[in-house]
């Protein structure tokens, strides 16, 4: 059974710092992961789709790697600014298909 | 070009109450899900429908809860009896034919948000 994890659970930094977001998964087995942003009180905003074949994926100042065979993506935030203020969450789909598997996300806050 | 929308944005029920959340795809998009969250977790894969059809309910509560997606107007996520437990965001997305298996993104609404009291 699939699982996604996502550490840390809460981030506070001051702007300007470069950061990193963790999330793992159990099943190897995946056909993409993606990343998105949810706004308090809002839905959720695709930031980056990794297809398994792919290594890294970027847009602006973010940056989204996969290493499949250890389980884990990581999501690079460049310079980072107080609208980068919100919660992330990754997520995998469950087999080949449209249900997925959501980590409980990384509440990050960005002090100015 | 507007996105999935989903209404009402808020809504408050009494326990026992029935609540119904409106989901309206992207046009041209013919595939909906329907996602809880629970305050504090991660969004929880509840059902996936077609027109007319529902595909998947493996992640829907067997009792009290249902949904349905005509051939005309929008999804409708039904809730019956609501308790506490209920009080919850729920999301709902939707895709082109393919879905996320061919890589295409899931697009998501802003969810509505039931708060039983």
Redesign the interface.
């Known amino acids: 059974k699939q699982e996604v994890t996502q550490i840390p659970a809460a981030l506070s930094v001051p702007e300007g710092e470069n950061l990193v977001l963790n999330c793992s998964f159990t099943d190897s087995a995946i056909y993409n992961l993606q990343w998105f942003r949810q706004d308090p009180g809002k839905g959720l905003t695709s930031l980056l789709l990794i297809q398994s074949s792919q290594r890294e994926q970027t847009s602006g100042r973010l940056n989204a790697s996969l290493d499949k065979s250890s389980g884990r993506s990581t999501l690079y935030i460049a310079a980072s600014q107080p609208g980068d203020s919100a919660t992330y969450l990754c997520a995998v789909p469950m087999d080949s298909s449209y249900k997925l598997i959501f980590g409980s996300g990384t509440r990050l806050l960005v002090r100015p | 070009n507007a996105g999935?929308m989903?209404n009402p944005r808020h809504l408050v029920r009494r326990r026992g109450q029935e609540a119904r959340l409106r989901c309206s795809p992207m046009k041209g998009h013919s595939?909906v899900?329907w996602?809880r969250q629970l305050p504090?977790?991660?969004?929880?894969?509840m059902v996936?429908l077609q027109k007319e059809n529902i595909i998947?309910e493996?992640?829907m509560p067997k009792e009290r809860f249902s949904a349905e997606f005509p051939k005309e107007g929008p999804s409708i996520l039904r809730i019956q009896q609501v308790v506490r437990g209920d009080s919850a965001a729920y999301?709902c997305?939707s895709?082109p034919e393919t879905?996320?298996?061919s890589?295409n993104?899931?697009?998501?609404?802003?969810?509505s948000?039931l708060t039983v009291v």
């Open positions: 999935v989903q595939h899900y996602y504090e977790e991660g969004l929880k894969f996936y998947d493996s992640g999301f997305a895709s879905g996320t298996y890589g993104t899931i697009y998501f609404g802003e969810g948000w």
